[in-house]
């Protein structure tokens, strides 16, 4: 999930930016994940003109169970790139 895009900003890309997660948990709860109750919540408020790399940390994750967490992610930055919008 993208938020906090400046409003004189459009993004270029990507598009859809994704990032792969393990995570480690009971294999029933486990078992429950897709991509639609898996978020990464990235602020690209200090977005600029021309390229920006964010870093995804665990912190960026919300899952949708307290049981289980993150073990990995990959990539661990998305460089987006940056226009300014028409006038």
Known sequence: EITNVPSQ???????NPKAEIRVR???KDVSTLNEKNVM???DLSAARL???TFSI????????DERMYVVDINPT????????KPR
């Open 9 to 15: 900003l459009e993004i270029l890309g990507p598009a």
């Open 25 to 27: 948990g009971l294999r």
């Open 40 to 42: 990464a919540g990235i």
């Open 50 to 52: 021309s390229r920006k």
């Open 57 to 64: 940390t665990r912190d960026h994750i919300r899952l949708p």
């Open 77 to 84: 930055q998305l460089t987006f790139e940056f226009k300014e």
